[in-house]
């Protein structure tokens, strides 16, 4: 069914659970997976050009090696590092949907943006608009969208 997977990861545990999905897409039909990691900047005078997270080489190192270890696994894989002044990772992923050819794009639902949404990250909210072919959007697990047993039960007693 899919010839071109994209999985969007800006290197978050959203965008980890999503990888599973893309991978068996791709395993299963065939398909080349191309992964997308858009590095947003800021475009501030104080901080002109500098990476929103402080942890993005770590975070380029750790997609890059996912990158071959997809490809050890047989997967056709393919990496678009995208980097500028101003990204914004919603568009670059869908320009780079468009450029490939994908057939549709896995992501995660939140990541690593401290202001997204309270259930979708304000990226994927984005890119389900603009997407030039599906988005299938992976929810985070369970463990981290309900409180803990110990909080709802502090919840409880303050009834």
Known sequence: MFTKIIWATDGSASAERALPYAKEMAQKDGASLVVVHAVETYAGSRAAGLPLYVEEEEMQKRVEQQVEELEH??????????????????????????????????????????LGGLLLGSVTQRLLHIAPCPVLAVPAATADTEPSTQAAATAGQSS
């Open 73 to 114: 696994e047989g997967i056709d894989t393919e990496l678009k590092m995208v980097t500028g002044l101003g990204v914004r990772a919603a568009h670059a992923i869908a320009d780079a949907a468009t450029e490939v050819g994908a057939d549709v794009i896995v992501t995660g639902t939140r990541g690593h943006t401290a």
